[in-house]
């Protein structure tokens, strides 16, 4: 149980372009689904938190226009990058929690985002 | 300061060998505790959470101190398998849950 998929697993885009990255919670539903970033060699960091029915939290300098997210269900969340650039290539991982299972979060397989 | 700290490591071990992994965290607030294990290029895996009376599995120990907001992770005879990224984690209510990580402290064992 307890299992998080993300699509795409992996996505190479131009720069300019809008890229739509889906997290689902497959056996469970996730009260709260959280986007991370993590760049090479550094850890994870939190981009947002979100919650489902209500506008997502950012973290302090995430730009909320540029990583639009959207938890319109209790098993979905996606993430939008918007207008992607080159430093946005990164790799995207988003966590689900299970309101009946305490505090712990399951992982998503990331998504590698490169932009050309 | 950050909230999660840990040693920058990395760590060169070989196999056989004891290694300890120490985390600091800077809310008081935090309620939870964990150890993951992350391979390059994939998603953290959970290895372990972490209470106040310490827990054990197999060949890992982890502890918490909430007086000194300290975290470990001892892990003992040390395999060729577990290299890898070990990333201290706490989250909590006060922050809606959310779960902040230390920078991750990677490990080499050598044969």
């Known amino acids: 149980g307890a299992v998080v998929s993300q699509h795409p697993s992996w996505v190479i885009c131009k720069s300019g372009t809008s890229v739509k990255i889906e997290c689902r919670s497959l056996d469970f539903q996730a009260t709260t689904m959280f986007w991370y970033r993590q760049f090479p060699k550094q850890s994870l960091m939190l981009m947002a938190t979100s919650n489902e029915g209500s506008k997502a939290t950012y973290e302090q300098g995430v730009e909320k226009d540029k990583f639009l997210i959207n938890h319109a269900s209790l098993t979905l969340s996606t993430l939008t990058v918007t207008s992607a650039h080159p430093e946005d290539s990164s790799f995207y991982i988003c966590?689900?929690?299970?309101?009946?299972?305490?505090?712990?979060?399951?992982f998503g397989p990331g998504t590698r985002l490169t932009v050309l | 300061r950050k909230e999660v700290e840990q040693d920058p490591g990395p760590f060169n071990v070989p196999e056989g060998a004891t290694v300890a992994f120490n985390c600091t965290y800077s809310n008081s607030a935090s309620q939870s505790f964990f150890w993951y294990r992350q391979d390059c290029r994939k998603e953290p895996k959970l290895l372990m959470s972490v209470y106040s009376s310490g827990n054990e599995d197999g060949r890992f120990t982890a502890q918490l101190n909430r007086a000194s907001q300290y975290i470990s992770l001892l892990i003992r005879d040390s395999k060729l398998s577990d290299s890898a990224t070990y990333l201290c984690?706490?989250?909590?209510?006060?922050?809606?849950?959310?779960?902040?990580f230390g920078a991750g402290t990677r490990l080499f064992v050598k044969a």
């Open positions: 966590s689900a929690r299970d309101g009946t299972r305490g505090n712990e979060q399951f």
């Open positions: 984690a706490v989250n909590g209510r006060a922050g809606g849950f959310k779960t902040i």
